[in-house]
């Protein structure tokens, strides 16, 4: 660990150790493929498998096994960002299972048969918090963009009616984005004033952020939308039991009851489930710093900026719809400078050159293969390329000059640098 190097079995191990500690179930990997024996794992997500499609870029992203859905992480990248170990790790794992030559070990089954080895008791050197928290704000930073491309993705590229923000906004709470949530419900309301789905949802938002008398005046503007509507009203009870208005809690309750009896003899698991979804784990709560929060939002996916224009009236902007492939061909892109990034340029180039399969017209997408494809030096492929782009996009020729080099000059390429 100190020298950022170790043997995949020994960080496998630890890695799992780790989750398992925490209530996570992992999984061995096990490659058995001649010359290319290795070892790394996966976890429980705690997603639904039916929830693989909404919740993620590409189900090549996680396997689902046993009825849950796996994220496989390649353990040995000691000092990367999570996001690379993951890609990495999934990359590998669809690659091997393609090929038939890996094992899903369950650690929970292993470890109900097998007795737990025995350990001397060692001091350990606890890492310098800065190394750690730089690491940790990259990640925070490459989650945001993350959570961008699934929402773009859910939208189907674009923000036009009202139910397309409400649509982005109920994917932003999923992951607890609450500010952002809030920001395209009142985008949705401001272009659809009776919207009272969107109405009651912005109420919710700020009962999930503690502000429930705020919550309630949104409950109660919904309700004037739609009447006597029994979940609307419940959430009303909700948040007058969170403020510990218990009599006016079972006072509203009542009234729910009485227009849909299915409610009836339930109030106590309702008021329960709510306590429970409003009081996060103990230690599970991050808190991100003021400054970085302000960097996320502004520097948030530029693709999606485009799609919206925040202010008090909103007039939608249209945008062209993109095939399939093209979103998948930007989202390989994106990753492909990722792991560029990072120095990884041989991930970079696997994803670059999806991309260019999937939108073979992008002279981005291109140009960035043939950096990726001359810093692992494949100085001829990389030519190819250049020339190629040379023909097509002479204005790219400046910045790629020094790939007729063929190795003689060190690249420089701003998006990677």
């Known amino acids: 660990m100190d020298d950022k190097i170790g043997d995949c079995d020994d960080l496998t191990t630890l890695y799992s150790t780790l989750l398992n500690n925490l209530g996570i179930e992992t999984m061995f990997l096990d490659v058995f493929k001649p010359g290319e024996g290795?070892?790394?794992?996966?976890?429980?997500?705690?997603?639904?498998?039916d929830d693989v499609n909404r919740l993620f870029l590409d189900p090549g992203e996680v396997a689902v096994i046993d009825d849950k859905v796996w994220i496989p992480v390649e353990a040995t990248l000691v000092g990367k960002n999570f996001f690379s170990a993951w890609k990495q790790g999934a990359l590998k794992y669809n690659q091997m299972k393609a090929e038939q030559f890996v094992n899903e070990i369950s650690m929970t089954k292993a470890m109900a048969k097998y007795q737990s080895g025995a350990v001397t008791p060692e001091e350990v050197f606890i890492p310098d918090l800065?190394?750690?928290?730089?690491?940790?704000?990259?990640?925070?930073?490459?989650?945001?963009?993350?959570?961008?491309?699934?929402v773009y993705k859910a939208v189907e590229n674009k923000l036009e009616t009202a139910e397309d923000y409400y649509d982005a906004a109920v994917l932003y709470m999923d992951f607890g984005r609450y500010k952002r949530a809030t920001e395209y419900l009142e985008s949705a309301v401001n272009i659809k004033?009776?919207?009272?789905d969107a109405v009651n949802t912005l109420g919710v938002c700020y009962t999930k952020q503690g502000e429930y008398e705020r919550s309630i005046q949104y409950y109660e503007q919904a309700l004037q939308q739609q009447a006597d509507h029994p979940g609307f009203m419940l959430n009303i009870v909700i948040s007058h039991f969170m403020m510990g208005n218990k009599g006016i809690a079972k006072?509203?309750?009542?009234?729910?009851v009485a227009i849909d009896p299915v409610f009836a003899g339930k109030l106590e698991d309702i008021l329960g489930s709510a306590k429970a979804s409003a009081i996060p784990p103990s230690g599970s709560k991050l808190s991100i710093p003021p400054d970085l929060e302000a960097e996320l939002e502004a520097g948030s996916s530029k693709?999606?900026?485009?799609?919206?224009?925040?202010?008090?009236?909103?007039?939608?902007?249209?945008?062209?719809?993109?095939?399939?492939r093209a979103r998948r061909a930007r989202s390989d892109n994106a990753v492909g400078i990722t792991f560029a990034q990072i120095g990884n340029n041989a991930m970079a180039v696997d994803y670059f050159k999806k991309a260019v399969e999937k939108d073979p017209e992008s002279a981005e997408y291109k140009a960035n293969l043939a950096v990726a494809l001359y810093r692992v030096r494949k100085y001829e492929r990389a030519f190819t390329l250049f020339e190629e782009i040379k023909q097509d996009n002479p204005e790219l020729v400046t910045q790629l000059s020094f790939i007729e080099s063929m190795g003689e000059v060190t690249s420089k390429y701003k998006k990677f640098d």
């Open 251 to 256: 006072q509203k309750y009542d009234e729910v």
């Open 303 to 324: 693709d999606l900026s485009n799609l919206n224009k925040r202010a008090p009236k909103l007039t939608p902007e249209a945008v062209q719809r993109v095939s399939y």
């Open 38 to 49: 290795h070892v790394f794992l996966m976890f429980d997500s705690g997603i639904s498998p």
């Open 130 to 150: 800065t190394g750690i928290n730089e690491l940790l704000t990259e990640d925070i930073k490459l989650y945001s963009s993350w959570l961008d491309q699934i």
């Open 193 to 196: 004033p009776v919207f009272p």
